[in-house]
């Protein structure tokens, strides 16, 4: 562990680019980017857009039934990687990524590999609701249709229900399924989409700020919400949210500027983290 | 003294009231470092005075110069003796008065120059000239005035942005609503004309007769042209070249839109998407010799070849050609809204694993489906009023079929037939060109307002 340094000097108050041009050379992270039971692996993984480097050098595991929590200031890469992790951003011109993705010990940018098939195992939940402008059933039943999940409308409806049931919107709209997905609020979209991805039962699911479109009371019931997907799937969590993070995650990696700076535990991350960038970032001071 | 030059002599008069006002404004306010104390800035107390001294004087020369010679010229006439006007018809007395005004300005004289019409031409100049004067004077004393009172009015007070504002949104409404009348006034008078076709030809006759043969008697004691308006001939024509047309343009439209909007390579796009629009460029008297001297023959030889009789002027020649004409309507109003579809929506496909033709066609198709509708009905109506590819490519004779290899004709190329060359124009057959033109107008204005209201419902579900 390299902190000494940083914990030195943690009484400076604001950041200057020189102390940031400083840090850079020593950007391995603190803090330990394994987990006992990994879902996911990465490893050194960069990121290009044409010339700029996204993202430096970042290696993190996602555990099993775990929720990660990746914090930082706007523009620190933090979405860019979440992206990477279901290959999103292959839609993107322009964007290279080098570094190891591993899913269940499959290289996920192995060129044999096909995108499509992988990312019903990454699902994917996004900033504002995105509904398709169709029903409320066809919303869900959309994945299961097209990678063919059910037999026969018995099932397809049955699957319908157990996803919403589980994205706790199912007593809301229980009645209305054949009501435009667009017609519902803003807290109800946005479990609608949840709904939608885990009607094609992914493994992993990543949540790219998924409450910073909604007022309190919806943010509270996905957090809550969240939680309790917990126990059956993995969730990589981007959040501007510190309190959101700690809230919802057992653990925080904290991004800066492309670097990861630091990886942990939530509580310890919260309450005594070890580098200095990570501190002011979540005291307040920066960021 | 001509007109033109006292409009000049107004504008400078502005561009001069302009800089007095202004100069008024800041000297008023107690010179250029307090121009705070006004309640606007000097520019608009500047436009102020010069809207004063130039609009009301404007306004009356125009009057002015619409009136002055009805005015004259009613002067001269009542000046004519008698007994030359008396009896006079309405047509002879314009005749008469047409002289007159020949000889003032030293044109060629029909009739004879007698002492009394001579007299009444030189009393035409005279009074011609005088009133020249008159305007001038009158419309600088009003420019003069204008400024005057502006002068007057000018002080740090004074809400001069307000006024000089609601001045020009007055300016904008009246020309905006130059087109408005402008439409008004031809849907008014094709209604008018029409009316006066239905009083010849009953309504009955026109929209359920199959019959269409326009050639009516010229003499009394003519034979062989009774004339019949059964229209509905023409609209099956019509409606038939429109669908062949839209068979050709609705799916080569559509489709390349989405190769283009969804498949295409950002350098592709930037120079396939102008290529495809310069189709919309041709001008349509190309496409109809293209139809008429290539297509058409071309689908003749392969009919005959193939054992079918094809007319040498088919409904599917021009049909054809018109819908390669309306591709580019098609194409770029359905890239439009296919790019108008939100990329969050396309994420949310592909993050459920869907692959991109199943994005486009499960989510992107369905998502601009209303604004494609909207566009393919806007095609229809510019298929439905083309011109020129079917006056050039489908004949003339008004055949009532379902065979798209026979030549049928138009709404469009009747009423030009109909119109074109001499023609008397209150006979029934120049008149139904008018009704005609209102179907038409009727037909495609209904497709163009649920064509656009579908559109705009579709844009707001997105924004």
């Known amino acids: 562990m390299n902190t000494m340094v940083e914990v030195m000097d943690k009484t400076t108050g604001a950041i200057s680019s020189a102390d940031l041009a400083q840090d850079r050379p020593s950007a391995a992270t603190v803090g330990d980017v394994t987990v006992a039971d990994p879902r996911m692996t990465c490893r050194d993984v960069d990121v290009w857009y044409g010339a700029k480097q996204a993202i430096k050098g970042v290696s993190l595991d996602i555990g099993k039934n775990e929720v990660l929590s990746m914090i930082g200031p706007s523009g620190c890469g933090k979405s860019t990687f979440l992206r990477c992790l279901n290959r999103m951003n292959d839609t993107i011109d322009g964007c290279r990524v080098t570094g190891s993705i591993k899913l269940d010990e499959q290289d996920i940018y192995d060129k044999a590999l096909d995108p499509v098939p992988l990312r019903a195992q990454v699902g994917m939940v996004f900033q504002k609701p995105n509904p398709f402008p169709k029903s409320i059933y066809e919303n869900v039943a959309y994945g299961p249709r097209i990678h063919g999940l059910t037999n026969n409308k018995a099932e397809l409806d049955e699957l319908v229900e157990s996803s919403l049931r589980k994205a706790g919107l199912w007593n809301e709209v229980k009645d209305r399924l054949d009501q435009p997905g667009t017609g519902l609020s803003g807290g109800q979209q946005q479990r609608l989409c949840i709904a939608r991805t885990i009607a094609v039962s992914p493994e992993v699911i990543l949540m790219d700020e998924p409450c910073s479109a909604l007022d309190p009371i919806a943010t509270a019931i996905i957090e809550e919400l969240i939680d309790e997907l917990r126990a059956n799937y993995s969730i990589a969590i981007v959040t501007h949210s510190m309190q959101q993070a700690a809230r919802v995650s057992q653990r925080t990696a904290y991004f800066h500027l492309g670097d990861l700076i630091e990886v942990g535990e939530t509580n310890q991350i919260f309450t005594n983290p070890q580098h200095r960038l990570t501190e002011d970032y979540i005291t307040g001071r920066f960021g | ?463």
Do not use: C
């Not at chain 2, 609009?55 to 002067?75: F, K, Y």
């Not at chain 2, 007994?83 to 018809?89: D, K, Q, R």
């Not at chain 2, 008469?96 to 030293?106: E, H, P, S, V």
């Not at chain 2, 094809?310 to 580019?328: H, K, N």
């Open chain 2, 1 to 463: 003294m001509y007109s033109w030059i006292l409009m000049l002599v107004v504008l400078a008069a502005m561009a001069g009231a302009y800089q007095i006002g202004r100069r008024r404004a800041i000297a008023s306010a107690g010179g250029p470092t307090r121009i705070k104390q006004l309640h606007s800035l000097p520019t608009y107390y500047g436009l102020y005075a010069a809207l004063w001294a130039g609009l009301p004087a404007l306004l009356l020369m125009g009057l002015w110069v619409g009136l002055q010679d009805q005015i004259v010229i009613g002067l001269v006439t009542s000046h004519l003796p008698n007994e030359m006007v008396a009896g006079l018809s309405d047509g002879r007395l314009g005749l008469l008065i047409n002289d007159i005004r020949n000889l003032a300005t030293g044109n060629i004289v029909s009739a004879e120059v007698t002492p009394e019409i001579q007299t009444a031409a030189d009393q035409y100049n005279r009074l011609n000239r005088l009133a020249q004067w008159a305007m001038w004077a009158v419309v600088l004393a009003v420019a003069l005035a204008g400024l005057a009172y502006a002068w007057m009015r000018t002080q740090p007070r004074l809400r001069a942005r307000n006024r000089v504002e609601s001045t020009f949104t007055v300016i904008l409404i009246l020309f905006s609503s130059i087109a408005i009348l402008t439409t008004l006034g031809i849907v008014l008078s094709v209604l008018f004309e029409s009316l006066l076709f239905f009083q010849k030809v009953s309504p009955l006759e026109f929209f359920f007769g199959t019959n269409w043969s326009p050639q009516i008697a010229l003499r009394a004691d003519q034979v062989g042209a009774s004339g019949a308006f059964g229209a509905i001939p023409l609209f099956t024509g019509t409606l038939m070249v429109s669908l062949i047309s839209m068979l050709v343009a609705v799916p080569i439209g559509l489709l390349s839109a989405i190769y283009l909007s969804e498949y295409a390579h950002r350098q592709v796009r930037a120079i396939a998407k102008p290529t495809l629009e310069i189709l919309a460029g041709i001008p349509t008297v190309v496409y109809g010799f293209f139809a008429a001297l290539t297509v058409a023959p071309f689908i003749r030889d392969l009919g005959l070849s193939l054992g079918l009789d094809v007319a040498s002027e088919s409904a599917l020649a021009a049909g054809l050609v018109m819908g390669i004409m309306i591709i580019p309507f098609v194409s770029s109003l359905s890239d439009d809204v296919i790019n108008a579809v939100p990329q969050s929506l396309r994420d949310g496909s592909y993050a459920l694993g869907a692959t991109q033709s199943e994005t486009i066609r499960r989510v992107v198709i369905p998502a601009a489906l209303p604004g494609i509708v909207g566009g393919i009905l806007l095609a229809v109506s510019r298929a439905i009023g083309e011109t020129m590819i079917v006056v050039m490519a489908a004949g003339l004779s008004a055949n009532l079929t379902a065979n798209p290899l026979d030549s049928v004709t138009t709404v469009t190329v009747q009423i030009v037939t109909l119109l074109t060359g001499d023609q008397e124009f209150d006979s029934a057959k120049t008149l139904a060109a008018f009704a005609l033109g209102l179907t038409l107008f009727l037909v495609t204005l209904t497709l163009n307002v649920i064509a656009l209201s579908i559109v705009r419902k579709y844009r707001e579900q997105y924004e």
